[in-house]
């Protein structure tokens, strides 16, 4: 089971990566929306507060996607912590409180 498991996430990976690249959205937001939550989200040197260009692609975002993807290992692939990644939709005023 684990094994056709982590063909899941590859296979799961691979698609996102493809989507990017033909410039499609992940989870409603564009390459450009991800682009601007990256510095929010990636570890211990995470830009706190985020960009108003971050909160808008995460105001158009769909949430329960991203929480699909929390504990994938795709956003860790792209080098995002997906805890602080949890966070944005709270911290950019979207939500009162998120949880997966």
Do not use: W
């Not at 410039?23 to 040197?45: D, R, T, W, Y």
């Not at 929390?70 to 709270?90: C, R």
């Amino acid at each position: 089971m684990e094994a056709y498991n982590k063909k899941v996430m590859i296979v799961g990976m691979l698609l996102a990566i493809a989507m990017l690249a033909n410039g499609q959205s992940f989870c409603h937001m564009s390459k450009e929306g991800l682009k601007a939550c990256l510095p929010c989200v990636s570890g211990e040197n995470a830009v706190d507060p985020p960009s108003s260009a971050c909160c808008s692609a995460i105001a158009k975002a769909d949430l329960q996607c991203f929480c699909r993807y929390k504990d994938s290992g795709l956003l860790s692939f792209y080098g995002v912590d997906p805890n602080q990644a949890m966070e944005l939709p709270v911290k950019c005023k979207v939500v009162d409180s998120f949880h997966c």
